[in-house]
């Protein structure tokens, strides 16, 4: 089974539906198909009671995209926090970092004070580089060429007369009298079997790290002694620093397509998803957004085929992870299917529904197993609500079926069950009484995941949809 089960995004690039959504309140969207279930293939409502005292009928449809739309964290490529502004640069490295940039910094004796400043740039106690610069509101990424201590442990014991030159249980003591020494041991050393081990790396290596190193040849750590390896790489002249200019994908780490490059109904498209509430109080992340919609421009299919990778996309100098796809519905092995309450015949009783969700291994035409894990932001099968001139109104769940509760068992909100097949959950949901006459539409969405013999990991989709509920 195709492990996009839910789905099959335009342009070839695929996207799992999350917990994230938005909607505008109106209604209308030409019905798409339905569920088996009360609500007919033909579109046609379900009903509550007699003819004479129905007050409610709801319809199932199913969507054809979900448009997701998010700001991903400027820290996904390079840390815009990693980036030194030109007036914090060291003094000794601005007419280097100067000249690297109009072509290339060379010196065959490069100063102390020169070396001191390109460590500036290492972070944690193993010396990884950040070479990141911003020069005349423009960022580079500078290569230092220079001569660079550098130290790791190999996997060789102390014998004999080397016993002395041990320092016993590195990774634990605190008392090596320098904080450089404690920087370097750290560094090198793993404080657990499943730790791993780091290399050290300075231009400069510290008059405590070089005395130290006088005394000690080996280390004790979680994974036992082990030699301390020394090198001096770039030891020979001549030295130089090399630098580029940063691109939008080495900040992103994806390409970014900007709004002047898009077709005018693709950038529509992706404003109606961003402005969008469908799915808004289902959401932990308030800058997250879901938007349903039955057709998506030509022209989006051909930006996303451009690009080996989903790319971002800036609109009004923002910066935005958009994802259309496409629900592969005869892919989940579920059912679905909508019903007005008995209850709905009565006025003195509240007008409601009841959604009933059912794993359904036969709607697939590969071999599943359960069991069947139903997830949910806020309930289960869905948190929903309509909207009334502007204003939001929750439709409450006044009972339910094969539920456990109908409110987040989770601590990110996601409400969680799990059937076997032959089982199946519902919940029947109340229309409130101030909702006048009239024709709403709520949306919701679940999660599923299951089994495939011999298989791991499990498979998993969504089931967004659309409720029409009609007062009547």
């Known amino acids: ?45 379900s009903s509550g009671g007699d003819e004479s005292g129905a007050s409610l009928a709801v319809e199932l449809r199913t969507v054809s995209h979900v448009v997701t739309a ?42 102390d004070a020169l070396l001191a400043a390109v460590d500036e740039f290492r972070v944690y106690d193993r010396g990884e580089l950040r070479p990141y610069v911003e020069l005349d509101g423009t960022r580079y990424a500078f290569d230092p060429r220079l001569p660079t201590f550098t130290a790791e442990l190999v996997d060789e014991e102390a014998e004999g007369d080397d016993e002395d030159r041990v320092l016993r249980d590195a990774g634990r003591r605190g008392d090596l009298g320098s904080e450089a020494v404690e920087r370097f041991v750290n560094a090198l050393t793993a404080y657990g079997p499943n730790a791993a081990r780091g290399e050290y790396r300075r ?61 005018g109904e693709v950038v529509s498209l992706f404003e109606r998803a961003l402005a969008s509430s469908h799915r808004e109080p289902a959401l932990t992340t308030p800058d997250r957004s879901q938007y349903f919609t039955d057709a998506v421009p030509d022209a989006y299919g051909d930006v996303a085929a451009a690009y080996d990778e989903p790319p971002y996309y800036r609109l009004d100098g923002t910066v935005y992870d958009i994802i259309v796809g496409e629900p592969r519905y005869d892919r989940l092995p579920v059912s679905v299917s909508v019903a007005a309450s008995e209850s709905a015949a009565s006025e003195s009783a509240d007008r409601g529904f009841t959604l009933t969700v059912a794993p359904a291994p ?56 799990s059937l076997d097949a032959g089982d199946e959950m519902a919940a029947t949901y109340a229309v409130p009484e101030a909702l006048p006459e009239g024709s709403y539409v709520s949306r919701g969405l679940f999660r599923v995941s299951w089994g495939v013999p011999d298989q791991t990991p499990e498979e998993h989709g969504a089931y967004p949809f659309e409720l029409e509920v009609a007062v009547e």
Do not use: K
């Open 203 to 263: 231009c400069v290596r510290p008059d405590a790290v070089a005395a130290f190193l006088d005394e000690y040849d080996y280390l004790e750590d979680g994974r036992g002694v082990s030699r301390i390896e020394t090198t001096v790489e770039n030891e020979e002249p001549p030295y130089a620093i090399t630098a580029r200019e940063l691109t939008e994908r080495d900040m992103w780490d994806r390409p970014v397509v900007d709004e002047s490059a898009l077709d």
């Open 362 to 417: 036969e709607n697939v035409d590969v071999d599943v197993e359960g069991p069947y894990t139903f997830t949910s932001r806020g309930a289960l099968p869905s948190a929903l609500w309509v909207f009334h001139d502007g204003e939001r109104r929750e439709l409450d769940i006044v009972e339910t079926e094969g539920i456990e509760g109908p409110r987040p068992r989770r601590s990110d909100g996601e409400a969680l069950e």
């Open 70 to 111: 998010y700001e991903p964290s400027p820290s996904r490529g390079i840390d815009p926090a990693h980036v030194v502004p030109e007036s914090e640069v060291p003094a000794a490295l601005r007419d280097p970092l100067a000249e690297a940039r109009d072509g290339r910094f060379e010196t065959d004796d490069p100063s």
């Open 1 to 45: 089974m195709d492990r996009r089960a839910l789905l099959s995004a335009i342009g070839g690039s695929v996207a799992a539906l999350s917990g994230c959504a938005g909607a505008d309140p109106g209604v209308g969207q030409t019905p798409n198909g339905t569920d088996d279930g009360s609500a007919a293939a033909d579109g046609e409502r």
